[in-house]
């Protein structure tokens, strides 16, 4: 693999990192809520205050991961510097199967979540981490929660399409890619996993991240086909949004559950089914391409 192209990727990262630190406060600065932190935005009223947050937030979703990502995929297009991945032979059965696995694997991910959170909670060094995911927590539901009908309509596809998509270019599309180049399946994986935890900033829901970005990476992986792990993505970002609005205010982030012991491990039981189901079926697919 050409060595350039890990540096143009840290390049791109870099880029977009400080693209999107320089042009988001512009847009709050634009509507009149420049220079205010976390804690201030989220104690603001009035419509001006999610369309602000919703835009930029659209804005820094779509140029720190969305950029990056469709730019190396010219880029490795053009020039095939980064192999794609294999394609089995699928099929829209494989995809539902596919897509079904992250809402299968929620029980148990939000069990291990809210378990290392309970330990968390209990070390001092961790205290500014709940903070922070507080604020951001109160943020979140003022723009899920707009008052008006467009921006109603600006939070749902911020949050369900635009993020998903954004991120699976990067995450996957990318990152991914560009390890699976270099190193084994399960690695590349659990790496891509663990930068996707990582670019969220939430230490405190991170059992959760790092599931639930390796269960996608397992989806692009067995499949070959971004799309594909596009698609489980933007089903768990829909279930996590209208779960929120059905939830109500003031319930966003909320770990507390009573979810019983037999639902997590048969959750656990069925994530680990169909992922071996998918691995020996598309594994089987591929055997018979090589063998012509």
Same mark, same amino acid.
């Given at each position: 693999m050409n060595q350039r192209e890990i #540096?143009?990727?840290? #390049?791109?990262? #870099?880029a977009s990192g400080m693209l999107a630190v320089l042009l988001t406060p512009q847009i709050l600065a634009f509507f009149g809520f420049g220079g205010l932190q976390l804690a201030e935005l989220a104690s603001q009223t009035g419509p001006n205050v999610s369309r602000a947050l919703l835009l930029s937030q659209l804005t820094y979703t779509l140029i720190l991961f969305a950029l990056p990502g469709l730019y #190396?995929?010219?880029?490795?297009k053009e020039n095939s510097a980064i192999p794609e991945l294999q394609k089995p032979s699928w099929t829209w059965k494989e995809s539902l199967i596919a897509w079904s696995i992250l809402p299968l694997s929620l029980p148990l991910l939000s069990?291990?979540?809210?378990?290392?959170?309970?330990l968390a909670s209990q070390w001092d060094f961790m205290a500014p981490s709940f903070n922070a995911a507080s604020r951001s927590n109160q943020v979140v539901e003022k723009m899920v929660f707009a008052s008006t009908t467009s921006d109603q309509l600006l939070s749902l596809f911020t949050f369900?399409?635009?993020a998903a998509l954004a991120e699976e270019w990067l995450f996957?599309?990318?990152i991914q890619r560009v390890l699976h180049a270099r190193t084994l399946p399960w690695?590349?994986?659990t790496l891509a996993g663990l930068a996707f935890a990582l670019g969220h900033l939430n230490f405190?829901?991170?059992?959760f991240l790092l599931g639930a970005g390796m269960i996608l990476g397992f989806v692009y992986w067995i499949s070959g086909r971004l799309w594909v792990s596009m698609g489980a993505h933007v089903l768990h970002n829909a279930m996590t949004y209208f779960f929120t609005l059905e939830a109500g205010r003031n319930q966003y982030g909320n770990m507390e559950s009573s979810t019983p012991i037999w639902m997590i491990l048969g959750s656990g039981i069925a994530t680990i089914a169909l992922s071996i189901y998918l691995c020996r !079926?598309?594994? !089987?697919?591929?055997k018979r391409q090589d063998s012509f």
């Open positions: #540096l143009v990727l840290l #390049l791109c990262l #870099l #190396l995929a010219q880029r490795w069990f291990l979540t809210e378990y290392w959170a309970s369900v399409i635009a996957r599309g990318a690695l590349a994986i405190i829901q991170w059992p !079926k598309t594994r !089987k697919s591929l």
